[in-house]
């Protein structure tokens, strides 16, 4: 108890542990666990999908998205299996749980674009294509997207 005597004893041993526990809060073990690449980490996940293996894409999307559970982009890629898989709602529903996650997710609209407007959700289809090319102003495929919100526009009713 000698530093309960001598106050400036105290104070630097009191620092000294300030530093410390910042120190271990720094490590990388503490800090949150999001990969530093989201395309290198989910890549062997697309070779898969694009290989045509889309089960097995699936398991793996799945599989990030319980280790990466505030990913967007692991939900854009469980979404992407479904669609293939002929299962829309579903697709659909992974696909606006990743523009939740990540509202910059530029893809993750238009998939959910694609898909509302194949279930002729036209309002819907014509905001996640117009956030989209917002997200995106320089898309290659930008004259098609805004074809595709014209159509959507024109099937509103009213």
Request: proline share 5%; hydrophobic share 35%; glycine share 6%.
């Amino acid at each position: 108890m000698i530093f309960a005597f001598n106050p400036k004893l105290r104070s630097s041993l009191l620092i000294s542990i300030t530093f410390i526990v910042a120190g271990f809060l720094s490590l990388p073990s503490f800090a949150a666990k999001q990969p530093p690449d989201w395309e290198k980490t989910l890549s062997s996940g697309y070779n898969q999908l694009t290989m045509g293996n889309t089960e097995q894409a699936l398991a793996f999307f799945r599989k990030q998205s319980l280790k990466y559970p505030s990913s967007g982009a692991c939900h854009l890629g469980i979404g992407k299996c479904l669609k293939r898989l002929s299962k829309f709602s579903e697709a659909k529903v992974e696909y606006r749980t990743a523009t939740e996650l990540e509202p910059t997710l530029a893809d993750a609209f238009y998939e959910l674009g694609t898909v509302c407007e194949g279930d002729q959700e036209w309002d819907n289809a014509s905001k996640a294509f117009s956030k989209f090319l917002e997200l995106k102003p320089d898309a290659g495929q930008r004259q098609a997207v805004v074809d595709r919100i014209r159509f959507c526009e024109s099937k509103k009713p009213g």
